[in-house]
């Protein structure tokens, strides 16, 4: 199977990433989750709700929707801030230079295997984060970029939902013994699709600094 792929690319402040990661890894989750499936019988089950809640960011220009689930929001803040953390510790560390690096949302289903053979997680569904720290010069240039930023999250976010509606392959319902094969049944009153989030860091790119100067050039003009 030919995992569906998407990659974003921004230049952020670095008080701006977790936010940034936040935003669109909530958005994605809430396309992603069902409510809790509860089962009469085989073949038999009803479908709870999903909470949901407006979520408003502090260094962008922002207001988004997720999931109202507090497991759901811990998981994505402790690795968003790690990432967050990990980017602006390699910018200290190389006194000021640029960094990038890279945040992803993975969806995937088990394939069981025959014993002696572990189970294979096989991913569907992937979505990539390229983000580069940079630094502004003025109080001026961080309002400004706050606002752009906004406006490029806000895109990407309209994207995600345009994305969700169009048909793609999602994995069929399962029966109650192979729930968990596809659906994270650990929550309490939540059913994502199974999903993990991973991330690095490295060298910017020459195309990636392209990016944000013409951002920076843009913003700057207004």
């Not at 974003?8 to 669109?24: H, P, T, W």
């Not at 394939?111 to 294979?120: G, Q, V």
């Not at 580069?132 to 406006?151: D, F, H, N, P």
Request: charged fraction near 25%; hydrophobic fraction near 35%; proline fraction near 5%.
């Amino acid at each position: 199977m030919n995992a569906r792929t998407q990659v974003f690319e921004m230049a952020l402040e670095g008080r701006q990433v977790e936010e940034a990661v936040s935003s669109l890894f909530h958005t994605l989750l809430f396309h992603r989750t069902l409510g809790k499936f509860h089962y009469k019988q085989e073949g038999n089950y009803c479908v709870g709700t999903v909470g949901y809640e407006d979520a408003d960011c502090d260094f962008v220009d922002l207001t988004y929707v997720r999931c109202s689930s507090g497991d759901i929001k811990k998981i994505v803040h402790k690795e968003a801030t790690a990432f967050s953390e990990c980017l602006r510790s390699q910018e200290r560390e190389t006194q000021g230079q640029a960094r990038s690096g890279h945040i992803s949302l993975t969806f995937y289903q088990i394939k069981k295997a025959r014993w002696p053979f572990p189970s294979e997680s096989i991913p569907w569904e992937v979505w990539n984060l390229r983000m580069e720290i940079m630094t502004l010069a003025s109080e001026i240039e961080r309002q400004l970029y706050r606002e752009k930023v906004g406006e490029l999250l806000a895109e990407k976010i309209l994207y995600i939902a345009e994305s969700m509606n169009r048909p793609s392959y999602v994995p069929k319902m399962p029966n109650q013994p192979e729930l968990d094969l596809i659906f994270d049944t650990s929550f309490a009153d939540i059913q994502p699709y199974l999903f993990k989030i991973s991330y690095g860091t490295s060298p910017p790119s020459t195309s990636m600094g392209t990016t944000v100067r013409r951002l920076l050039k843009d913003t700057l003009s207004i």
